[in-house]
């Protein structure tokens, strides 16, 4: 392995990222010890840096043409998130399912392959795919949050969303997206006082957050609507 390489592994695993992408892309060719190992790399780099573009150029070389799967299961989920963050719903959803299909599981894909069966609107896919990422593992917040505000937003199974949204809440209590969920659950069932208070708590912790500020203005717009 060229000591190029070395040094931008060192770099990268010491969250130097600028550092390593500079090391890795002065690799000369042929001395790599692997031109896909390399892609690999700069990938991630790229990946962290959130030049996605660029982090996808690399990390497609990997997934095409690669033997080892654990780099290729690795670089598919990056390419999930990457594609998700930039808009690219359904490319997102191809890689995670080529995860799927081919044997490898987890309350990480299945939350993510139900976040964007949401976005697209299939809401009993989105509750059933976050329904199997807790058959994985009961304690995922993710999910436990996900699949809890599918459901209020259904006006679904709401004691069952009210549970799951509790014990998201339980396990990360300042997260605000949490909290949104927990204050939308009590907001379809009603229960105007605690839907303030807890949608409230999550507009302090993400006032940038579009979801959380219409959820509050609805809230306090119906419990006017009441008081008249």
């Not at 809890?148 to 997206?177: F, H, I, M, Q, W």
């Amino acid at each position: 392995m060229a000591e190029g390489m070395r040094e931008g592994i060192r770099q990268y695993r010491e969250g130097r990222y600028e550092d390593a992408l500079v090391s890795f892309l002065g690799v000369p060719a042929g001395e790599s010890g692997g031109n896909l190992e390399l892609a690999y790399y700069i990938g991630l780099a790229y990946a962290r840096l959130e030049r996605y573009d660029d982090a996808l150029v690399y990390l497609e070389q990997v997934v095409t043409a690669d033997t080892d799967l654990a780099r290729v299961y690795q670089c598919r989920l990056v390419l999930s998130v990457i594609y998700t963050l930039t808009g690219r719903t359904r490319l997102a959803e191809f890689e995670l399912r080529k995860l799927v299909d081919s044997g490898y599981e987890s309350a990480q894909i299945y939350s993510s392959l139900a976040y964007i069966a949401f976005e697209h609107g299939r809401i009993e896919e989105a509750a059933d795919l976050y329904e199997r990422a807790l058959g994985l593992d009961g304690d995922n917040s993710t999910a436990l949050n996900g699949l809890g505000y599918v459901l209020a937003s259904a006006g679904k199974e709401l004691t069952r969303a009210l549970t799951v949204c509790k014990k998201a809440v339980d396990s990360v209590p300042d997260n605000p997206a949490y909290l949104d969920s927990l204050g939308w659950v009590y907001h379809k069932l009603g229960l105007s006082a605690e839907a303030r208070t807890f949608v409230r708590r999550a507009r302090e912790r993400a006032p940038e957050s579009k979801t959380i500020r219409e959820h509050l203005d609805v809230i306090l717009q119906e419990g006017t609507e009441v008081r008249r």
